[in-house]
């Protein structure tokens, strides 16, 4: 392992820099070079992301490399729940998470996705607390805080009022 320069930022998101340059010929000059790039904005964050996952299931599992192109699809309505894998409340949640994903998996526009914040970071995304549930519909991708109930009927009744692909699929399928 060779040793590295980061710099962190603190504040709302702790955000982190990585010293892109060679470390050998590190100097004073490239050093502020570095951190007069990260205070102008030129460079970028380093944010933590797991290696994109195939997604097979009705579950979507969500990293910091894909969460932009699925919660931020403007065709699509996404419900996240990003947790800690160490989170009790998280684990109670699991099953139920998945039997919601499993409930809507013919709904191709409508996505439940899971999001392990403690290995996955996305910029401008501040979680506090596990589980934390957001809702990412396809008119407002802002991230509006779920705080209804936590148990499956508690979900669907959520989508059923929220979701316009949940809505759109319901009544086609009540038509038949």
């Not at 982190?16 to 951190?35: C, P, R, V």
Request: aromatic share 10%; net charge negative.
């Amino acid at each position: 392992m060779t040793p590295s320069i980061r710099l962190l930022s603190p504040g709302e998101e702790m955000r982190k820099f990585a010293y892109e340059g060679d470390i050998n010929s590190f100097t004073t000059e490239s050093l502020k070079a570095f951190i007069d790039d990260v205070t102008s904005g030129k460079l970028k964050a380093h944010l933590k992301s797991e290696p994109i996952p195939e997604n097979s299931g009705p579950l979507t599992v969500l990293v910091g490399d894909n969460w932009a192109d699925i919660v931020m699809d403007t065709n699509k309505d996404v419900l996240v729940k990003y947790y800690a894998p160490w989170c009790g409340h998280c684990k109670k949640l699991a099953p139920i998470w998945d039997e919601l994903a499993e409930s809507v998996k013919d709904m191709d526009n409508l996505v439940i996705a899971k999001f392990d914040a403690t290995l996955n970071e996305v910029d401008g995304l501040a979680i506090r607390g596990y589980p934390t549930l957001k809702w990412y519909p396809k008119g407002d991708k802002s991230g509006q805080d779920y705080d209804g109930g936590r148990e499956l009927p508690d979900f669907v009744k959520f989508l059923a009022e929220s979701s316009d692909v949940y809505k759109a699929t319901k009544s086609s399928h009540d038509e038949l």
